[in-house]
């Protein structure tokens, strides 16, 4: 069983920085390749980042202002958000899978977090 577990959401304000993780766990075995995305209500499910093949790939949105990165750990990764924008304020996925096809799609991932909460406070 392998499980895809986020952390690290809270409150934030414009131009704060909040950091992301995800690990999986479980009967993993290799290593896997891990991206994140986010979703709003009512909208499509957004890809924000990922690796791809040891080079770090972001969406158009967040390019510049949000950094990947692989945890000490194998199969972590970190998401760190800088200048944050009220958009940018929802849910974040974690996304895995053994292989890496189309790392921006959705479809090339098996394994998926609950998902972790980003919310404006101001």
């Known amino acids: 069983q392998v499980q895809v577990v986020e952390s690290g959401g809270g409150l934030v304000r414009p131009g704060d920085s909040l950091r992301l993780s995800c690990a999986v766990s479980?009967?993993?075995?290799?290593?896997?390749?891990m991206a994140w995305f986010r979703q709003t209500p009512g909208k499509e499910r957004e890809f924000v980042a990922a690796f791809n093949w040891g080079v770090d790939r972001y969406g158009p949105s967040v390019k510049g202002r949000f950094t990947i990165s692989r945890g000490d750990a194998i199969n972590t990764v970190h998401l760190q958000m800088n200048s944050l924008r009220p958009e940018d304020t929802t849910v974040y996925y974690c996304?895995?899978?053994?292989?890496?096809?189309?790392?921006?799609?959705?479809?090339?991932?098996?394994?998926w977090g609950q998902g972790t909460q980003v919310t404006d406070s101001s």
């Open positions: 996304a895995a899978d053994k292989r890496s096809y189309e790392y921006y799609s959705r479809n090339s991932y098996n394994f």
């Open positions: 479980g009967r993993t075995g290799s290593r896997y390749f």
